[in-house]
């Protein structure tokens, strides 16, 4: 089973340049300033460490980190139905 990671950043709740804790204390850099608020920077998405830093940081809770795991799908074989 593969671990997969996803972070959502809601932004009604995160106060934007005026904060900016998750891009200081992310130590892999998951976090950055774009189109004036917090983005994530998807291609380093899956480089997330889950020390759960920026978490512990959000004054908002504006941040939520996904555990998915992706499973091998079912053989057709042996199925019945």
Known sequence: ???????????????????????????????????????VVNEQEDECTLCALCLQQCPTEAITIWRLYARQPLPREGLHG
């Open 1 to 39: 089973m593969s671990l997969f990671i996803r972070i959502d950043i809601d932004h009604d709740r995160c106060p934007g340049e005026s904060c900016r804790a998750c891009i200081d204390i992310c130590p892999v850099d998951i976090f950055s300033w774009q189109d004036g608020r917090v983005q």
